[in-house]
């Protein structure tokens, strides 16, 4: 064979190799194809804090209770149980009953028997929050909550092996399909917890039988079931034959758009989506293109790219709108705020911004009034946020849309409020405190770029009125634990609802949360008062008016600096019907659809 | 040569050593408390001991070096704190991804820098040969994220020619589908550094007496360059190929993460991000080896080329 015969024979073979792999077939039908913006961590309900990892876990594993897919505000609604839990005894004792005949998906753990989900399976799986062994980020939901759960807990610690099979008076099971939770103290909204994302019942055969590696083989009773699994790159679910069906059987809202997704949804069994491929793409600019390509079919993490697909009055550019793309627009319900640390000194230092004198109220509202929020939502989020006025965001039970914060943008009276109360100016333009001693303010953040941007904010901010800004920069693990000792002077947090209840958020400011999520560490008689009062009550005027009141307590304090909650644009694929973001949920697959035509 | 061998082994002895300790320290001094991480929105200092302790880093320093010695004299460098996958399962299932990548990036970068290079070479001081020195002086001047937003952008989006990004689970498929444009990209950013480096390793040699003695000869400008010339540049070539070596095993993460690929170099970033120190370890530890190794393994190729070479 000649050299140059070879080389056409190599080339051609090259070519057929290469060619079947350009001209891919479109993916199967009822396929939806979306993307994480970062890795999961994996699939143990327990051992996960990320919301990639809960997005896949809701759709494997069943809470007790969920939420209706369009009522606006979030409304409970049972899932696997029959009815919504009976509570008694002063909002300590709830009570669950199940339905029947619901089954854990197939696997190898059951050795090819049907698997009924139980009530017990609810209470070991609530058990394992506490467990030490499996160090649960959101332990939270119950430490401190269940009648003999925390002491189950302090013995584990004490032997190392936490008893999944000791009876504790706040987790029973009367019978196969009961489950009867005692609460040390009154809590009319622990409902939410039920609800939660990760509090869906595993199999405990299935928790033993896969050890550590439970993050890789969830079992669960949800509408799907994890068919592939290619750490921090790829997910594939498929529909899990085992599962109950459900019937799409939700009531229109007041939104416009329900009448719609109700008349197109409404009596389909679910799930309606045979696969969901879930692909992680870290960057923006692989999301946005493989969307316009076509290769994913919704996509919401696109904050950055926003103003390339969007009008300055929120909708679509006409460019897209005539390619039948979709846009879905929310608020989440999240809150970003800056707060002043309230302790009088942090380590051995005097902390300026802290203290209940009316000359500390004046500096932390003076910086309050210097803060421009308005050029955080224009510059940092390019428009895609709202400002934030109450600390309990759209969306969650608690909200108050009228309410509007007491501390204006005003940085000349802002530098008024500072003269009068003896902050006044250096020869070299900055303040000084009321005894002569320099004012230095030290603002918190990571040596990321969107901290950049709030820190040139504030040093702008604070520059109006003569303040000196010092940036100190740290590692975001570092971070959390000086917060947690009490040992930042500022720094702009953000809280997204765990549950779509005002506690949730008001929590942030209760004072025995003081080294755990009060950032502020603000510890305030009045506020705390009225907070442990709200705790009794469900969502309803008395709770609200509370909430109302802690809130202007907390202005006349001057303790946080309100920021914003940033929309959420969902773009969808002209071919993606019933979608409505939901508040709570992390996803939307089981209840939306994919129109034939694809 | 075998003598030399077993005190290049020893040697390796004191130098990952060094590394170990200045990676423990790194780690230690400015890497975080992984523990605030794991521990989720809400902790109380009674759930941070207990991660503390489950990790072991309350432990006194001097016992987590020894556990981090006895890692590397076992190889089980143990599990993820993040994710609790072995990381000698992270190693098996990414390097793969990372390799389909990177070495054709390396073969097909070497192959056209060095052709590049000589022709470079041999019309040095041509319009040509200042033409492409300008243009490699540009291209260096970039830095690869442009090149691949830009290239994702135009060869990808616009013209549609390559997937904007995605990985399969079939070898070929990723070869020649996915792999194809980060490959490019890859090959297109080293072109510009390696043309530049490979044309003075032959002008050197090209004005070496044994050049003017073969043309005298009457030997063609052809077998001079490709035979004599290539030859005896092929050292320093080699060494500079052999250094990318080891950067093999920390992938590139910058392609993996603009083309979605699952490899080892992505991991690598998230480690850091999570304060995952078993996977910083043993990344560290394994790259450090494999430097060492190479290096080794490059001298001894120095004396298969260059017969003149003396290895003492």
């Known amino acids: 064979m000649s050299k140059t015969l070879r080389r056409i024979v190599l080339g051609a073979a090259f070519i057929a190799l290469a060619l079947p792999l350009t001209c891919r077939a479109a993916a199967s039908a009822k396929t939806l194809r979306v993307t994480f913006q970062a890795a999961e961590t994996g699939f143990d309900p327990v051992k996960v804090a990320d919301y990639y990892s809960g997005s896949v876990i809701e759709a494997i594993f069943d809470p007790l209770l969920t939420y209706d897919y369009l009522a606006r505000p979030a409304k409970l609604v049972p899932n696997v149980a029959e009815a919504l839990p009976v509570i008694s005894d002063e909002g300590r004792t709830y009570t669950v009953r199940l339905r029947k005949g619901i089954r854990f998906a197939d696997d190898p753990v059951f050795k090819g028997v049907a698997r009924e989900l139980i009530a017990q399976d609810y209470a ?50 009367p019978d196969r399909y009961t489950l009867r939770i005692r609460l040390k103290q009154t809590d009319l909204n622990f409902s939410h917890v039920l609800a939660f994302t990760l509090a869906g019942a595993v ?37 899990n034959p085992a599962y109950r069906g459900t019937v799409w059987n939700f009531a229109p809202g007041a939104d416009p758009r329900d009448q719609a997704i109700v008349g197109r949804m409404q009596g389909k069994r679910l799930p309606l989506i045979d696969r969901v491929e879930i692909s992680i793409m870290e960057e923006t600019q692989s999301r946005w293109l493989a969307f316009q390509k076509g290769q994913t079919d919704l996509e919401y ?45 942090i380590g051995d230092q005097p902390n300026p911004v802290a203290g209940f004198s009316k000359e500390k109220i004046a500096l932390r509202r003076a910086i309050a009034m210097a803060y421009n929020v308005n050029d955080q939502v224009r510059v940092i989020r390019k428009g895609q946020a709202i400002r934030a006025h109450y600390p309990i965001p759209p969306g969650v039970a608690g909200h108050d849309p009228r309410y509007r914060s007491s501390i204006p943008y005003d940085p000349q009276a802002a530098s008024a409020l500072l003269e009068k109360f003896g902050y006044r100016k250096g020869p070299d333009g900055y303040r000084s405190l009321p005894d002569g001693k320099p004012l230095v303010i030290r603002y918190s953040s990571q040596p990321t770029e969107r901290d950049r941007q709030f820190d040139e904010l504030m040093k702008r901010s604070l520059d109006s009125i003569g303040i000196r800004l010092e940036i100190h920069k740290d590692r975001f693990p570092e971070l959390m634990k000086l917060e947690n000792q009490c040992r930042l002077m500022m720094r702009t947090s953000a809280w997204i609802a765990d549950y779509p209840d ?91 659809d994919l129109e034939p035509a694809k | 040569m075998l003598a030399y061998v077993i005190r290049r082994l020893w040697q390796f002895i004191p130098t990952l050593l060094g590394v170990v300790l200045l990676v423990f320290v790194l780690f230690n001094w400015v890497g975080g408390d992984p523990a605030y991480l794991l521990a989720g929105k809400i902790s109380n200092p009674e759930h941070i001991e207990n991660i503390r302790r489950q990790l072991g880093v309350d432990e006194p320093y001097y016992v987590q ?15 993820s704190w993040a994710t609790n996958e072995k990381i000698s399962h992270i190693f098996a299932s990414r390097l793969g991804p990372s390799l389909t990548v990177l070495v054709p990036m390396l073969v097909i970068g070497t192959l ?36 691949i937003i830009v290239l994702q952008y135009v060869l990808g989006y616009q013209l549609g020619w390559f997937p904007v990004q995605g990985w399969g689970q079939d070898l070929r498929e990723n070869l020649f589908y996915y792999a194809a444009l980060p490959v490019l990209v890859g090959v297109i950013v080293s072109l510009a550094p390696d043309i530049r480096l490979y044309r003075s390793f032959f002008l050197d040699e090209i004005n070496q007496d044994y050049v003017r003695t073969a043309r005298a000869k009457g030997m063609s400008d052809t077998r001079v360059m490709t035979v004599h010339v290539l030859r005896n540049a092929a050292i320093p070539i080699v060494t500079n190929v052999m250094i990318q070596l080891p950067a093999l095993l920390a992938g590139a993460f910058l392609i993996e993460r603009f083309f979605s690929i699952p490899g080892i170099g992505r991991e690598v970033i998230l480690a850091v ?14 790259v450090a080896i494999a430097t060492m190794i190479i290096n080794l393994a490059a001298d001894l190729l120095y004396k298969a080329v260059d017969p003149r070479v003396q290895l003492k």
Request: proline content about 4%.
């Open chain 1, 124 to 173: 070991y799986s609530i058990r394992r929050f506490l467990d030490p062994a499996n160090r649960s980020p959101y332990a939270f939901l119950f430490e401190g909550k269940i009648a003999g759960l925390d002491e189950l807990a302090s013995a584990a610690k004490k032997t190392g092996k936490f008893d999944y099979d000791a009876p504790i008076a706040g987790l029973e099971t």
């Open chain 2, 112 to 147: 056209l820098a060095m052709i590049a290079a000589l022709a470079v070479a041999f019309w040095r001081g041509s319009v040509t040969d200042r033409a492409i020195m300008i243009a490699c002086t540009v291209g260096q001047s970039i830095s690869i994220l442009v090149y």
């Open chain 1, 203 to 239: 199999a405990r055969e299935a928790i033993e039988a896969y050890g550590e590696d439970t993050g890789a083989h969830p079992v669960g009773t949800g509408a799907y079931r994890l068919k592939q699994y290619t750490r921090s790159s790829k997910i594939v679910l498929e529909a």
């Open chain 2, 65 to 79: 070096l020894g556990i981090f010695l006895k890692q590397i004299a076992t190889g089980d460098f143990g599990a």
């Open chain 1, 301 to 345: 993490q696109l904050w950055e790219v926003a103003p390339r697909f969007m009008t300055a009055d929120g909708g679509l550019k006409p460019e897209f709108l005539n390619r039948g793309i979709k846009l879905d627009r929310t608020v989440d319900p999240e809150i970003i705020y800056t707060y002043f640390n309230m302790q009088e000194r």
């Open chain 2, 273 to 286: 991000e999570r304060s995952d120190f078993p996977l910083i370890k043993a990344v560290t530890v394994y």
């Open chain 1, 502 to 592: 005002g506690d949730n958020f008001m929590q942030l400011m209760y004072g025995p949360n003081k080294g755990q999520s009060n950032n502020a560490c603000y510890e305030s008689a009045e506020f705390d008062r009225r907070y442990e009062k709200s705790r009794l009550l469900a969502d309803g005027p008395e709770r609200n008016r509370l909430y109302k009141e802690m809130t202007r307590i907390m202005e006349v304090d001057s303790v946080w600096i309100m920021g914003d909650s940033r929309y959420r644009n969902v773009l969808l694929q002209p071919y993606v019907v019933g979608y409505k973001k939901h508040p709570v949920l992390h996803t939307e697959w089981l209840y939306i």
